[in-house]
């Protein structure tokens, strides 16, 4: 199965440090952001891989080559949303594909139960004791009911953590979105309506989440891999 890395947008939060290099780039116990998240997916059995990037692209193909990985680079052309980044790999896409945010890491062992191959699409969730900062995933039985994007009060403790497996069928349903209110093709408006055919299941993830959303989650993220790598040790 394919893996689909997001490394879009131009990482506004993360500035000075993305003034020079995009957000995936940024340096974490020595080593770029996103070398932890290929290496994990690899060791999750993931093998084929693209890269739909847009902010100094080239440095991300520099990475690539420095680094020994393969990877497919796309360019976006501009930052329209998640949705439309991932509609800009749709020639690429062989069938089944995992879909993950190259700002967020999760683990190879969560990772590797997102290869599920039974025709439908699922959505990375996990419980949290600040829902009200991330999108709600409402539950409906065995289906994703819908997703409600930070609510000022909480829907729900189980959040979404942006990791996806989609079924080439996602491409068709990008196409009849529109544009949010921020002017972006979102990937979460697609989902919401393969929820409404009970297309769309979730995943929980048991092992870990970390999200390098501003430069203050650094010093957390070095931390946790640190005491990580201590414990295989």
């Not at 080239?58 to 420095?66: A, D, N, R, S």
């Not at 002017?183 to 870990?208: F, H, M, N």
Request: hydrophobic residues 40%; proline residues 4%; glycine residues 6%.
């Amino acid at each position: 199965m394919q893996a689909v890395i997001l490394a879009t947008g131009l990482g506004k939060r993360m500035r000075p440090l993305t003034e020079k290099m995009p957000k995936t780039l940024i340096p974490v116990n020595g080593k770029p952001f996103l070398f932890y998240l290929i290496n994990n997916l690899q060791k999750a059995g993931f093998d084929d891989f693209i890269i739909v990037a847009n902010y100094r692209i080239e440095m991300i193909k520099e990475f690539l080559k420095q680094y020994g990985f393969n990877a497919t680079v796309i360019d976006q052309r501009e930052p329209l949303g998640t949705a439309h980044a991932i509609a800009a790999a749709e020639n690429f896409v062989k069938g089944d594909f995992v879909v993950a945010m190259s700002d967020n890491l999760y683990s190879a062992k969560d990772m590797e139960r997102f290869r599920i191959n039974d025709g439908l699409n699922y959505v990375g969730g996990i419980f949290h004791s600040n829902p009200e900062k991330y999108g709600n995933l409402l539950i409906n039985g065995d289906f994703l009911e819908r997703i409600v994007e930070k609510p000022a009060q909480k829907v729900s403790d189980f959040i979404n953590t942006g990791l996806y497996k989609f079924t080439p069928e996602i491409f068709s349903t990008i196409k009849k979105i529109r544009k949010s209110e921020r002017g972006e093709y979102e990937i979460t408006d697609a989902i919401s309506l393969l929820c409404k055919e009970r297309k769309v299941k979730t995943v929980q993830l048991k092992d870990y989440w970390l999200d390098m959303g501003k430069p203050e989650d650094i010093p957390t993220i070095e931390k946790f891999l640190k005491n990580l790598l201590q414990k295989k040790k």
